[in-house]
């Protein structure tokens, strides 16, 4: 039985493979979204507790994506 702290899953981020079809660099999506290259990469790398909605539409507009092709649910085994 999982403990009542952890999550049953995990968030697996995939703006990294959508910037490399896409032929974007990091510090220019962060330059188009306005953020720094630093909260895009802890995007990233999924070092972060949330998205903001307006973070996220930015993402999404100017990859022209949707939410679905940036986050991934992966359930972890009890």
């Known amino acids: 039985m999982r403990e009542p702290d952890v999550p ?9 493979v959508l910037l490399a079809r896409r ?10 979204i306005g953020v720094s ?11 972060i507790k949330g998205v903001r909605f307006s973070t996220l539409i930015a993402i999404c507009d100017a990859l022209d994506c ?10 972890v085994p009890d």
């Not at 660099?25 to 188009?32: G, H, I, N, P, V």
């Open 66 to 75: 949707q939410p679905g092709e940036l986050f991934e649910f992966r359930r």
């Open 23 to 32: 032929k974007i660099r990091s510090k220019e999506l962060a330059d188009r």
């Open 8 to 16: 049953p899953g995990e968030i697996i981020v995939h703006l990294d």
């Open 37 to 47: 290259e630093q909260a895009l990469s802890m995007i990233k790398t999924g070092k």
